[in-house]
């Protein structure tokens, strides 16, 4: 059994910066693959971005490229997710991911999910 906690969320203007972070409880992860999807009310969920367990290989989503940036820190089991210039349509909930890397874009890659953190982006 494990957790996936996310944090950070909350209203921001457009052109501003939001910091989410995602801590991991009851097992460490230090070897998965860790990602972030978000879902906006009526949508499907989306790839946002993904890292490996080293953080040498990023994986980023065409709508967020250039403006988001995924990070890791193996010894706090944390991963954090910087977004930058933040649009109007970036408001969703987010979500956490842990899983493998065979697929590290597609939702079912991973096993354990958070519950989700707001991000609204005001214009």
């Known amino acids: 059994q494990v957790q996936l906690v996310e944090s950070g969320g909350g209203l921001v203007q457009a052109g501003g910066s939001l910091r989410l972070s995602c801590a991991a409880s009851?097992?460490?992860?230090?070897?998965?693959?860790m990602g972030w999807f978000r879902q906006a009310p009526g949508k499907e969920r989306e790839f946002v971005a993904a890292?490996?367990?080293?953080?040498?290989?990023?994986y980023y989503g065409d709508s967020v490229k250039g403006r988001f940036t995924i990070s890791r820190d193996n010894a706090k089991n944390t991963v954090y997710l910087q977004m930058n210039s933040l649009k109007p349509e970036d408001t969703a909930v987010y979500y956490c991911?842990?899983?493998?890397?065979?697929?590290?874009?597609?939702?079912?890659?991973?096993?354990?999910w958070g519950q989700g953190t707001q991000v609204t982006v005001s214009s």
């Open positions: 991911a842990a899983g493998g890397s065979a697929m590290a874009t597609m939702r079912r890659n991973y096993d354990y």
């Open positions: 890292i490996s367990w080293s953080g040498s290989t990023t």
């Open positions: 009851g097992r460490t992860f230090s070897r998965y693959f």
